[in-house]
């Protein structure tokens, strides 16, 4: 049995629990570091976002997942972000703050390789997913699902338009598809409506009969609309105490990784029955991190949370 006193010091200190069937190992983990974070700017929040594969340092032997790169757009128009670290959390995901009234907008870049193993590819018709084709979707918002037009060429959160990458190959032209095709990069203009709730909300991939693998591979984020103080207060007072408040993100994501080094996609419902696996949830065997702050806003960004 622990005492109060060792219960408050590990909670305080922030922990990793990791845990057998009958046996309990504490370990102190490392400090919990906020989402990579851009904000809106004069009402709008103009970025370039790519998905592409790369090391995911935080787990195990770096394994290779899929991750989205974010920066503000550049002005000159191309699509690579400033590096400013040569091992930039990315899988960690990337905190988009916006205010109610503001326009989103997204230059989507498909970098993603080919996923061979994809479960749906093998059904007829379906064989354009091994091409791994994908799109985006802010989940929970309030949005309209816009299609382009003659006057705005951009699409709003709409899931019916894939974006293929042209490096690994053009598909077959398929009924299953029911989505506008189009290559390497698609434009998104998301209008936030002025009477949107204020929240905590999350973006990521849905593209149908894909999007679990994309999901599972790391390929999510973190949407706020607003503060805190929006739907926590109903006064000056409050208000003017929660901005005096240390506010976290945490984004709980699923990825397993078995022996073999490499992230598994899509997703295995009986992965964690095996002996001997380390994973981020499910049955015990298991690992999760907990850390006690003033203010922790959480989003379960996977598919099977």
Known sequence: MFTRR??????????????????????????????????????ILDLLMIAKASPIYSLPSAPIGWVYEICKRPQDGSEACPQKSSRPN???????????GDILRIHLV?????????????????????LNPTNLHTHGMLVAPRRPTESNPTYGDNIFVLTFNSLNGKPAVSPHMHSDIRYDFTDYEIKIPAS??????????HAHGISLNQITAGLSGIITVGDLSDYVCKDRACSSLVSQIRERHMILKDTQL???????????????AGAGMTVRRGKAPAMAKIIVMRAVRIIPAASGL
């Open 90 to 100: 990315l899988y960690g995901g990337t905190l988009l703050h916006l205010q109610k």
């Open 110 to 130: 498909n970098d993603l390789p080919p996923v061979p193993d994809s479960e749906h590819a093998s059904e007829p018709g379906h064989e354009f997913l091994e």
């Open 6 to 43: 060792q219960i408050w010091k590990v909670l305080c200190a922030g922990i990793v629990l990791i845990g057998s069937n009958s046996t309990l190992r504490l370990s102190y983990g490392a400090e919990l570091r906020e989402p990579i974070r851009l904000s809106s700017e004069n009402g």
């Open 196 to 205: 949107h709730p204020s929240g905590l909300f999350w973006f990521h991939p």
């Open 258 to 272: 078995p022996p073999s080094g490499k992230i598994q996609t899509p997703e295995d419902s009986d992965f964690c």
